[in-house]
Every structure is written in C-alpha cells, then in structure tokens.
C-alpha cells in the first residue's frame, strides 16, 4: 500500500514541477480552489496525515509563495516514513468525522494526493495520463470506499456526484470524474 502513495506522491510532484508563478491564480476543477489553494491543500494533507498517524498536531501554513516544490518533497518524506512505523496501519484514529485505521487514512491519502494532482494537471493544461496502472487500481478502490453520502454540492460534502467520462477518457480521467470532477 506504501507503494501506491508513493506512485501518487510521484505523479503529482511530476505535475508540481511545472508550475510556474503565472499559474497560481489559475482556476481548477475543485471550484472553490485556484493553483496556490491545491498546492496548499496537498502538502498540507500529506503533513496532515503524517502527524495524524504520529499521534501529533498539524497546523496548516501557505507555502504556495515559497518553493513549494521543495516543500512538498520534504512532506513526501515525512509522510512516507510515518507510514513506515510499526503498527501504523492497524492503529485506529479518531477524525471529526469517524474512527479510521492507519490503512483508511493511508488509502484516503493516496487518492487523494493522486486526484489532486489530476486537478493541478487540468489547471496547468498539462496532460491529465497519470500512471493509468495506479488510476486504475484507485478507481476501483473508489467504488468500494465512496458512497452517496460523501457525496454532494462543492465545499459542502468530501465528493461531488460522479459525472460521465468522456468515451477516450484515461483510467485518471475516469477516476476524477467518479470522484466528483467535470468531464
């Protein structure tokens, strides 16, 4: 499982790396975010969820203005080592929204990081193939874990309601729009 976030922290990053200053205002499929919000909100749930699984608190910062690139590499770090602690996955943790083991956050992280790099693809028109193999097994992960009630209006629930993907739609396309995203 390690290894899938590893592949999403890969993935996104390879998409970081080409934005540039000029693409920070720019709007993406998350409605209520533009490029810095999603740069923001990544390296602030992978820290999130390293100090979560750590048992410790995360207060989030803006680091779009700095070098975010550097930033969410050394995130990437952390996260990946907290996850490799003894009986991080088997541990339970409670979140404002229910109890979770160190696995659920771990799966919840990945598809998260990987989807959200999707997004920062779509806003820098970059292409949107992201590692289809890791596409494929999240999307499949997604229809087992997402279900109607994480589902509703944007900023008002942790999903939108699935659209239908385009008929030449990539397995990361397909995943974005079962998780809410336009088409």
């Known amino acids: 499982m390690n290894q899938q976030l590893s592949r999403a922290f890969a993935s996104t ?34 820290q999130w969820a390293a100090a979560t699984v750590g048992g ?32 991080v996955l088997e541990q339970t943790v409670q979140l404002p929204f229910g109890k979770f083991s160190g696995t659920d956050i771990l799966n919840m992280l990945t598809r ?10 779509r806003a820098i028109n970059h292409p949107t193939d ?10 499949t992960q997604a229809h087992l874990d997402i279900v109607d009630a994480y589902r509703g209006p944007n900023a008002q629930a942790i999903f939108g309601p699935a659209t239908k993907p385009s008929l ?3 397995p990361a396309d397909q995943l974005a729009a079962f998780l809410g995203r336009p088409a």
């Open 168 to 170: 030449n739609a990539t």
């Open 56 to 87: 410790r608190e995360h207060t989030e910062e803006d680091y779009a203005p700095g070098d975010f690139l550097a930033t969410y590499d050394n995130s990437i770090k952390a996260t990946l080592a907290a996850f490799e602690s003894p009986d």
């Open 130 to 139: 992201l590692d289809p193999d890791l596409a494929s097994e999240l999307l």
């Open 13 to 46: 990053r390879a998409v970081l790396a080409e934005v540039q200053a000029a693409h920070l205002d720019a709007p993406t499929p998350c409605v209520s975010w533009d490029v810095r919000a999603l740069i923001n909100h990544f390296i602030n749930s992978a």
């Open 112 to 121: 998260d990081q990987f989807t959200h790099g999707w997004d920062l693809a």
